[in-house]
Nanobody, 126 residues
């Protein structure tokens, strides 16, 4: 079992930056493929960014490219999402997700992940 806990959400204004963190309980954090998803009211959950196990190969959705950066600190068992140049359309609940099996690549579909955090709200005002 892997437990995930997000933090770092809150209120921001257009153009601000926030950094989300996701602390994982896994003994072997580096073996987890991980991702950040978000869900806005009335919309489906969507992938934001993902990172592979071990090598840390990353993926960013087109909507956040050049603004958001996913990273991981295996020594701290923590996944990060640095969000810059925030826009009102970034308002959503952000979830981190993890899987402990599979290839050495990233995963972009929600159904590919086994473990989920409770989410953290990010609200961006104009």
């Amino acid at each position: 079992q892997v437990q995930l806990a997000e933090s770092g959400g809150g209120l921001a204004q257009t153009g601000d930056s926030l950094r989300l963190s996701c602390a994982a309980s896994a003994r072997t954090f580096s073996t987890l493929a991980m991702g950040w998803f978000r869900q806005a009211p009335g919309k489906e959950r969507e992938i934001v960014a993902a990172i592979s196990r071990f090598r840390g190969i990353t993926y960013n959705a087109d909507s956040v490219k050049d603004r958001f950066t996913i990273s991981r600190d295996n020594a701290k068992n923590t996944l990060y999402l640095q969000m810059n140049s925030l826009k009102p359309e970034d308002t959503a609940v952000y979830f981190c997700a993890a899987r402990d099996t599979g290839e050495y690549t990233y995963y972009t579909r929600g159904r590919d992940y086994t473990y989920w955090g409770q989410g953290t709200q990010v609200t961006v005002s104009s």
